[in-house]
Nanobody, 116 residues
Framework: QVQLVESGGGLVQPGGSLRLSCAAS????????TGWYRHVPGNQRELVAT???????NYADAVKGRFIISRDNAKNTVTLQMNSLQPEDTAVYFC??????????WGQGTQVTVSS
């Protein structure tokens, strides 16, 4: 069973930065796509960014130019660097992975709060 464990959430002021990390319990090379989603109560979970095993990235329009996703295959980690954070970025952020046979895995989530 694949486990994804997030870390790095917290409280930050508008304009600040946070770095989220996701550690996988298996070789991340077995996950064709990894990424981050976020959820605000009352809304649907939404895509933030994904990165493929070949390094191809995809970002939601709302975070383009501010967030950077990366993965370290040697350390089995996926990282989301979040810059110029705004109150509307406040959400629970979930790490995501997709493996063989379209299997999907989710982390437990980490809270990010942007507030002055």
């Amino acid at each position: 069973q694949v486990q994804l464990v997030e870390s790095g959430g917290g409280l930050v002021q508008p304009g600040g930065s946070l770095r989220l990390s996701c550690a996988a319990s298996v070789s991340i090379l077995s996950l064709y796509v990894t990424g981050w989603y976020r959820h605000v109560p009352g809304n649907q979970r939404e895509l933030v960014a994904t990165i493929s095993g070949l390094g191809t990235t995809n970002y939601a329009d709302a975070v383009k130019g501010r967030f950077i996703i990366s993965r370290d295959n040697a350390k089995n980690t996926v990282t989301l660097q979040m810059n110029s954070l705004q109150p509307e970025d406040t959400a629970v952020y979930f790490c995501y992975g997709r493996g063989v046979a379209r299997s999907e895995y989710w982390g437990q989530g980490t809270q990010v709060t942007v507030s002055s």
